[in-house]
């Protein structure tokens, strides 16, 4: 991926910080798929699903009325092959929230161990969303799946 930023004469140093931030978003955007597309096509059949196959996306909403961040999340099955995966296990640290979060699309089950939709299948193109408000953003990746 080829990117050029030009900077006119004159541009304010914000314009110039928010040219920089997105190139290097878009750089490791391009970076994480192609580094997942490079997975999925080391399929020998094509019929298993990976970790890979599931994505995660966070971002800050707005805080609550007391001022405590809020954190959206969404879970996406992008398995190709039409896949139905289940038992999503997410690594999540000692994840909580002051904003109750719907058990059975999304808890804790012991440190660093979540489970994603109650361990029921995540059907191919499904997503699953939620909000969870804490001080901090809590990292959140796949631990593991089944097919």
């Not at 961040?69 to 398995?79: A, D, G, Q, R």
């Not at 161990?113 to 990292?139: M, Q």
Request: with cysteine; proline share 4%; charged share 15%.
């Amino acid at each position: 991926m080829e990117m050029t930023l030009r900077f006119v004469l004159g541009d304010s140093w914000k314009q110039r910080l928010l040219l920089l931030t997105l190139a290097s978003i878009l750089l490791l955007t391009a970076s994480i798929v192609t580094d997942s597309r490079m997975k999925k096509i080391n399929r020998i059949w094509g019929d298993k699903c990976t970790t890979t196959d599931i994505v995660i996306s966070q971002g800050i909403t707005r805080p609550l009325p007391n001022g405590v961040p809020t954190y959206s999340v969404e879970i996406i099955n992008v398995c190709v092959t039409g896949c139905e995966i289940s038992n999503i296990h997410l690594y999540c640290g000692w994840f909580s929230s002051t904003h109750l979060v719907n058990p059975k699309i999304f808890r804790r089950l012991h440190f660093n161990d979540c489970i994603v939709n109650d361990g029921k299948p995540l059907v191919n193109g499904d997503t699953l969303s939620f909000e969870y408000a804490n001080t901090y953003l809590y990292p959140l990746s796949v631990s593991s799946v089944s097919c």
